[in-house]
Every structure is written in C-alpha cells, then in structure tokens.
C-alpha cells in the first residue's frame, strides 16, 4: 500500500516563494509520472505541473515561469518550486503519482498541503 506524504506548505506574502515535497513510502512501485494538483474554495481540482518518468515536464499556462517541478527517482519523490507567489495561488496542494504495481494500474494522493498567499 502507497502513501504520499506532502509537505511544505504554509501562509507566504505576495511575491514570495514556497519549495512543496511530497515523497512515497509503503509498496514497490513503478512510477510513470508524478504531479502536482491544486483546489481552491468552490473550484474543481486542476492540474497544476506534471513530470513523467522521461523527465518531460509539464506546466499550467497559469504558473509558468514562476513554479518548476522536479523528481528524484532515487527518492520517489517530486517536489514543486514555487516563486512569485500571488493571491490567486491561495489552494490546498496535492501530489499525484500513476504508475503500476504488480502489473496493474494506480494512482494515489496525497492528502494535501495548504498554500495561503496574503499580505
């Protein structure tokens, strides 16, 4: 059984920078690609940055340029660099992996991380 285990969130003023992580523990696994979701009050959940396992990144129009995501294979771990943070950033951040176990599908969640940018 999978556990995602984020951290890294926290209340940061408008222009400042946040770094989120999030890293898998319990069942081996094959990872195919790793990402980060956000949900704000109201809103659908909506992708913020995804990496494969080839290393091709993939960044929502709203936060590119601003956040990077990286992976660390060693680690199964994926973390996102967040950087001139604004208001409409504010969101509950959640790490997503897919991949496979025993030759079947999966994907889990992290429970999430609050991001609050306010002055």
């Known amino acids: 059984q999978v556990q995602l285990v984020e951290s890294g969130g926290g209340l940061v003023q408008p222009g400042g920078s946040l770094r989120l992580s999030c890293a898998a523990s319990g069942s081996i696994f094959s990872i195919n690609a790793m990402g980060w979701y956000r949900q704000a009050p109201g809103k659908q959940r909506e992708a913020v940055a995804i990496?494969?396992?080839?290393?091709?990144?993939n960044i929502a129009d709203s936060v590119k340029g601003r956040f990077t995501i990286s992976g660390d294979s060693a680690k199964n771990a994926v973390y996102l660099q967040m950087n001139s943070l604004k208001p409409e950033d504010t969101a509950v951040y959640y790490c997503n992996f897919v991949g496979s176990y025993n030759h079947r599908p999966f994907a889990t969640w992290g429970r999430g991380t609050q991001v609050t940018v306010s002055s």
């Open positions: 990496i494969t396992s080839g290393g091709t990144a």
